[in-house]
């Protein structure tokens, strides 16, 4: 994947879960080798605000199903993804482009990171998404009627206080980017169709991230400079 050398003024700012074949917590997320040598996954993006340029991105999800093996974080060649990309269908024709254009890593900010580490995409189809988190962080899901079904409840224990989460911050491997605190949970519920996986599996971790992204840069296309706002690098989704 290339970025354009074109700089344009877009933000999301929103949530990001992921449920994986590693067992709990994903070693990923701590810059390691995934649990078999193998990861799995089906990640979900939900925008809260965004846009590009002038299109409102907010309330339009993104799922993705794909796979990786090896610990991509240490700059291993053959460590790449395979994936496939569901954008929310209830997206225009503007949307969708600008979804595509920066989840393909086209417009640079942390999106292009995770594109290079794309070896094979597999396609983009539009699909319903419905995406759903308790404010407390208690549950989040993700559902694409007959392809996709998901459900995450937070991990607890006999010795955790159950008025907070169980959470990582200065992850190593955070797959949002630097800056955000992980919440770990526990998969209930684990359906996903529409990518050719290598082996049958079943997800064993997952965790919540907030995001928040913009270019990686100081300006933007129209050449203004980047408020302070827009140097911040975290998210109070659930504040």
């Known amino acids: ?52 340029r002038d299109v ?21 060649p ?10 929310d269908s209830k997206a225009d024709a503007d949307q ?12 640079g900010g942390w999106p292009a990171e995770f594109a290079s580490l794309i070896e094979g995409l597999r396609g983009i189809e539009y699909a319903p998404i419905t995406f759903d988190a308790a404010d407390d962080l208690a549950y989040w899901r993700a559902e694409i009627p007959g392809k996709v079904d998901l ?3 937070a991990l607890t224990g006999p010795t955790s206080d159950t008025s907070r ?5 200065n992850a190593p491997g955070a797959e949002v980017g630097p800056g955000q605190v992980a919440t770990w949970g526990v998969v209930k519920r684990d359906h996903a169709v529409g990518f050719d ?12 991230f907030p995001f928040d992204w913009h270019p990686a840069s100081d300006e933007t296309e129209s050449g203004e400079p980047a408020d302070d706002a827009d140097r911040a690098t975290t998210c109070h989704c659930h504040a």
């Open 1 to 52: 994947m290339t970025t354009s050398s074109a700089k344009v003024d877009w933000r999301l700012r929103g949530d990001w879960f992921d449920v994986c074949s590693c067992k709990l917590p994903c070693p990923c997320s701590f810059a390691q080798e995934p649990t078999h040598g193998d990861c799995l996954f089906t990640l979900v993006w939900h925008i809260r605000e965004g846009h590009f």
């Open 56 to 76: 409102d991105l907010a309330g339009l999800s993104v799922v993705s199903l794909g796979e990786f093996a090896g610990n991509m974080w240490i700059g291993d």
């Open 78 to 87: 053959n460590a790449m993804m395979k994936l496939m990309f569901y954008i």
């Open 96 to 107: 969708r482009q600008a979804l595509e254009r920066i989840f393909t890593g086209e417009v």
């Open 151 to 153: 459900l995450v409840e």
């Open 165 to 169: 989460r169980v959470t990582t911050t």
């Open 197 to 208: 996986w290598s082996h049958e599996h079943l997800g064993g971790s997952s965790k919540h």
